[in-house]
């Protein structure tokens, strides 16, 4: 039971009804919490903790994108998380990590610049919620008519609740037109991302996707570009109209939720054998580095202790 679980807030643990805010906090009304979602995942030691180093990294870089000050160190931060995972008891499931201010403020700048931090961990389908689960593992995605955030209206890089109403009302209107997803392009209309993917598509058996400076820096997509290479899979990161989507030979969006989920259908244009041969070999690779089976992989399973 998600409430009867412990929260780390502040450097305790603290029990989940206390794990609050104002609404006039600075961080509930200006959308400034930054957060980070993390898998963990069942392996033969335990449960492990997918690429720890590297969403603590992004968090403190969404951090000082805002100006923020983080009340304690990386390695401290790491190991706050860690700790409320094996409190948990849970095997696998994601790990929700926040930055908020919870000062009372009117102002459009926060008081002060240290953050708060608050650690929850849930199942994965906690976090589901009366979200639809994809039928047959696969989506149908619209493009959107909102375009992905311009990199030079707010830092995109940084996960702050702010900018994910970009993300919202994409994935609303892909809801009311009758899609699952939606695929949101840059404000030159290059393809970008989901509202909270990142997106690839397969071409003559490589893999592409849209380059960073529009997009978040997704650590599902970082990896897989490199899990891709030692696969033998060719990678490009570029620009990519939205003509690539027409001449895919498989299409799926990524991300630390989601993993791989595979499109089986992009407006009109339907994908025949979903998931195809790529996808499902990546896919599989991915299952067995997440299962901590994959022994050039295993650096970056980070075990709870
Ligand atoms: C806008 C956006 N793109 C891509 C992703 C995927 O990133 P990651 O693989 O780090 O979860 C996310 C994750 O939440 C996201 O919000």
Same mark, same amino acid.
């Given at each position: ?82 700790? $409320? ?128 400076? $529009? ?91």
């Amino acid at each position: 039971m998600v409430n009867a679980r412990a929260v780390y807030l502040s450097g305790e643990f603290r029990p989940w009804d206390e794990a609050k805010v104002h609404l006039m906090s600075h961080s509930f009304g200006r959308g400034s919490a930054i957060f980070e979602v993390i898998g963990f995942h069942e392996t033969q030691a335990g449960p492990a903790v997918f690429r720890l180093d590297e969403y603590v990294s992004r968090f403190a870089k969404s951090a000082s994108l805002l100006e923020m000050e983080l009340p304690l160190t990386k390695a401290e931060l790491q190991e706050a998380i860690l700790q $409320t995972v094996k409190r948990s008891g849970l095997s696998s499931g994601l790990i929700k990590l926040f930055g908020f201010y919870p000062e009372i403020s009117f102002a459009i700048l926060p008081p002060q610049k240290k953050i708060q931090v608050a650690v929850f961990v849930f199942t994965k389908e906690e976090t589901l919620g009366n979200k639809r689960e994809p039928t047959n593992h696969s989506v149908t995605a619209c493009i959107s008519r909102w375009r992905r955030l311009d990199p030079d209206t707010v830092p995109i890089e940084a996960k702050v609740a702010a900018n994910y109403v970009n993300g919202m009302v994409a994935r609303q209107e892909s809801r009311a037109k009758g899609f699952d997803y939606a695929i949101l392009l840059d404000t030159q209309g290059f393809l970008a991302e989901g509202g909270t993917e990142s997106l690839f598509v397969v071409r003559e058996g490589g893999l592409l996707t849209p380059t960073l400076g $529009t997009i978040l820096h997704s650590i599902t997509r970082k990896s897989l570009l490199e899990v891709a290479e030692t696969m033998g899979i060719k990678t490009f990161s570029g620009r990519l109209s939205q003509g690539s989507l027409d001449e895919a030979e498989e299409i799926f969006f990524s991300g630390t939720s989601t993993k791989l989920l595979p499109v089986s259908q992009v407006e009109n244009r339907i994908l025949s054998s979903v998931p195809g041969p790529v996808t499902r070999r990546l896919s599989a690779r991915i299952e067995e580095i997440t299962a901590g089976r994959d022994s050039q992989f295993k650096r970056w399973l980070f075990p709870v202790t």
